[in-house]
T-cell receptor, first 113, second 114 residues
Framework: DTAVSQTPKYLVTQMGNDKSIKCEQNLGHDTMYWYKQDSKKFLKIMFS???????INETVPNRFSPKSPDKAHLNLHINSLELGDSAVYFC????????????FGDGTRLSIL | AQSVTQLGSHVSVSEGALVLLRCNYSSSVPPYLFWYVQYPNQGLQLLLK??????LVKGINGFEAEFKKSETSFHLTKPSAHMSDAAEYFC????????????FGKGTLLTVNP
């Protein structure tokens, strides 16, 4: 019973393509996140949704578009992929307030050829 | 604004030795602090959290951390390292505002030598 699941686990594609990553959580949480982990392991938040409303939108190229169809799902669509988009993307979820820990998925490793 | 600094990108200890991973934070309001562990090719797993209750926090796998406001620190310790503790460790902070932004340190890679 995976708490936060992401698909696909690996994604290899060419520059210029459009791709999506899906995330689902079965913890009943109301807040979901996308993080990017670069090649140096640095983790940075990209987006956050609370009850399907966007609450955090960091400085991310507008080629990245999150979408939350319901509280349990948060997808990430990326247009016109670039070499610099190669990274591991992590989905996470939490129950509301800032003192609650975030639970992470296993990540999607995106490689741009 | 909030930030976290992890001193030492790589810490190496012998099996059975004390583990000490350092984390200092900066926050304009009382922080909430977390330690996460990441094993190779896996996601992040919560080790422990500080949310303004007891300053000495115990977590999983024998780890603990102490919140010291005067030193703005939240160092992670374990009395005796096991080979299975080898992983990347991240300190993180949330503070202030109405959002739930988690700001991470750059991570510390712990290696355990036999």
């Amino acid at each position: 019973d995976t708490a936060v699941s992401q698909t696909p686990k690996y994604l290899v594609t060419q520059m210029g393509n459009d791709k999506s990553i899906k995330c689902e959580q079965n913890l009943g949480h109301d807040t979901m996140y996308w993080y990017k982990q670069d090649s140096k392991k640095f983790l940075k938040i990209m987006f956050s949704y609370n009850n399907k409303e966007l609450i955090i939108n960091e400085t991310v190229p507008n080629r990245f578009s999150p979408k939350s169809p319901d509280k349990a799902h948060l997808n990430l669509h990326i247009n016109s992929l670039e070499l610099g988009d190669s990274a591991v993307y992590f989905c996470a979820s939490s129950q509301g307030t800032r003192e609650q820990p975030q639970h992470f998925g296993d990540g999607t490793r995106l490689s741009i050829l | 604004a909030q930030s976290v600094t992890q001193l030492g990108s790589h810490v190496s200890v012998s099996e059975g030795a004390l583990v000490l991973l350092r984390c200092n934070y900066s926050s304009s309001v009382p922080p909430y602090l977390f330690w996460y562990v990441q094993y190779p090719n896996q996601g992040l797993q919560l080790l422990l959290k500080y949310t303004s209750a007891a300053t000495l926090v115990k977590g999983i796998n024998g780890f603990e951390a102490e919140f010291k406001k005067s030193e703005t620190s939240f160092h992670l310790t374990k009395p005796s390292a096991h080979m299975s503790d080898a992983a990347e460790y991240f300190c993180a902070v949330t503070s202030g505002g109405s959002n739930y932004k988690l700001t991470f340190g750059k991570g510390t890679l712990l290696t355990v030598n036999p």
